[in-house]
């Protein structure tokens, strides 16, 4: 089992920057593959970012370039640093957890980009 615990988020002007933390317990030595998500309004849970256990990441395109997402070892903890915020990134972010065969999800937390 693991149980992740999801921080950050608020609300920020077009332009600002924000960081996000999920924090991982249980089996977390049994994780290969942590993620961030997000759920707009109307739209599907998409992938944003994506780093796996030997630290090789990915993104989605449309936040290449502006979002960096890394990991605490120690502190069993993936971040995800969003710069350069737009409006179209308003949505509810989730952490995500693979396992094996098994997924977990944080609880969400909304980011709002005003214009």
């Known amino acids: 089992q693991v149980q992740l615990v999801v921080s950050g988020g608020g609300l920020v002007q077009a332009g600002g920057s924000l960081r996000l933390s999920c924090a991982a317990s249980?089996?977390?030595?049994?994780?290969?593959?942590m993620a961030w998500y997000r759920q707009a309004p109307g739209k599907q849970r998409e992938l944003v970012a994506g780093i796996t256990s030997g630290s090789s990441t990915n993104y989605a395109d449309p936040v290449k370039g502006r979002f960096t997402i890394s990991r605490d070892n120690a502190k069993n903890t993936v971040y995800l640093q969003m710069n350069s915020l737009k409006p179209e990134d308003t949505a509810v972010y989730y952490c995500y957890a693979r396992m094996g065969r098994l997924a977990y999800w944080g609880q969400g937390t909304q980011v709002t980009v005003s214009s």
């Open positions: 249980g089996s977390v030595f049994s994780i290969n593959l």
